[in-house]
């Protein structure tokens, strides 16, 4: 795999088969009933890409870029309890990473999306359990994806609104204080700024100022981090970016002989190790600054490594080919869904999503220092 990459042969799978004994273990591990965090958090606030969007692209208009990815038609939702199954907003054929987490924190699932919430929100206390910001293909930058999508600056600004009006409805800001520092903050966001083509703006107007654009990306990722920390969040859940190389949409690319683009790959781990820098950074200059860093890519790599072990009998094409698109929505998902780590051309499943929640709530090696559940049980 790539983080294995410059290491001669035998070395490379030594370590390789000690990282998947680990990751087998310790999922089996964790497949036992989640214990829930006592207390439990009031409160789930929900920040990010795709991977946490439940439906607030649903209604937005688009921009110069054209319209933003939706998921409000078949076959997505195909395996969500309820009806109607294909407008809940999930790039998924059920309950998405953002819906697991906030279940094994003792939610039903995620809180609901930002855009199907009358203003102000909320009226009351009662019944709230948080808010999920996340929109598809939104990234760091403001302008990725340009203006086709909420970006995570803007997001930010939304979580203001909600802070104002929770201010307002639990009585002033120290109780609104107590309330943030007990809640979780979960954020997955970045994939997109990594993507080729998804930057019209800054391909046009390129910056010059001699520093890489992780770099960047990192420093703008960390005022927003430090911007909801100065409005009282204390725990923060970040995933960090997959294996963004080894997408079918990438793989599939009638330009490449198939396989994993080591070099999207590479981008991804440099951005990785920088934003571990970044929160541990953080955790020692902020008060109370409590973090997990969930570590997507290295689950995806130890599944990848050993897809039996996890019950996935196919890793690298689509479940729903052709991203699910309306156009080819005569095309029926594959009947052994849980048997498919991708959904769609960028998207996993609702199985992956479980696993790597489970991962990342409960494990010991892919959420680090420590994982969710640690996380909130620990002092705001």
């Avoid at 990722?221 to 960090?240: C, P, Q, T, V």
């Amino acid at each position: 795999m790539m983080w294995l990459s410059g290491m001669k042969g035998s070395i490379a799978v030594t370590i390789l088969m000690m990282m998947v004994s680990i990751f087998v273990h310790d999922l089996v591990r964790c497949a036992a009933p989640i214990e829930q965090p006592v207390p439990p958090p009031p409160a789930i606030f929900v920040f990010g890409d795709g991977t946490m969007d439940i439906g607030n692209n649903n209604d937005l208009t688009g921009g110069e870029m054209g319209d933003p990815p939706r998921a409000n038609h078949p076959y997505y939702g195909i395996d969500f309890p309820g009806e109607p199954q294909n407008t809940n907003g999930r790039f998924s054929n059920g309950y998405n990473i953002a819906d697991f987490i906030a279940k094994a924190l003792g939610f039903v699932m995620s809180p609901p999306a930002y855009a199907s919430l009358a203003n102000p929100s909320p009226t009351r206390i009662e019944g709230f359990t948080g808010v999920n910001y996340a929109s598809a293909d939104a990234g760091i930058r403001d302008s990725t994806n340009g203006n086709m999508t909420i970006p995570l600056p803007m997001q930010v600004n939304n979580f203001v609104e909600t802070r104002a009006q929770l201010k307002a409805v639990l009585g002033g800001r120290k109780p609104l204080n107590k309330f943030l520092s007990k809640s979780l903050f979960l954020i997955g966001v970045g994939t997109m700024d990594l993507l080729p083509n998804c930057n019209f703006y800054l391909e046009l107007f390129p910056i010059n100022d001699n520093k890489t654009e992780v770099q960047r990306l990192i420093e703008f990722y960390g005022a927003d981090l430090e911007k909801l920390h100065s409005m009282g969040a204390r725990k923060f859940a970040i995933i960090n970016v997959g294996p963004i190389g080894c997408s079918p949409f990438v793989q599939n690319d009638p330009a490449r002989n198939g396989g994993c683009d080591d070099g999207m790959n590479r981008l991804a781990g440099e951005f990785n190790a920088a934003l571990g820098s970044l929160l541990s950074d953080l955790g020692t200059r902020l008060h109370n600054f409590r973090y997990t860093l969930a570590d997507f890519y290295g689950f995806s790599n130890a599944t990848f490594a050993n897809p039996l072990a996890s019950g996935f009998t196919n890793i690298d094409t689509a479940c729903c080919p052709g991203a699910c698109a309306p156009t080819h929505s005569y095309w029926a998902p594959c009947y052994n869904r849980p048997e498919y780590w991708f959904w769609d051309e960028g998207y996993t499943t609702e199985q992956a999503d479980k696993l790597a929640a489970v991962a990342f709530y409960n494990g010991t090696v892919f959420a680090r220092p420590v994982n969710i559940r640690r996380l909130i049980a620990m002092k705001g």
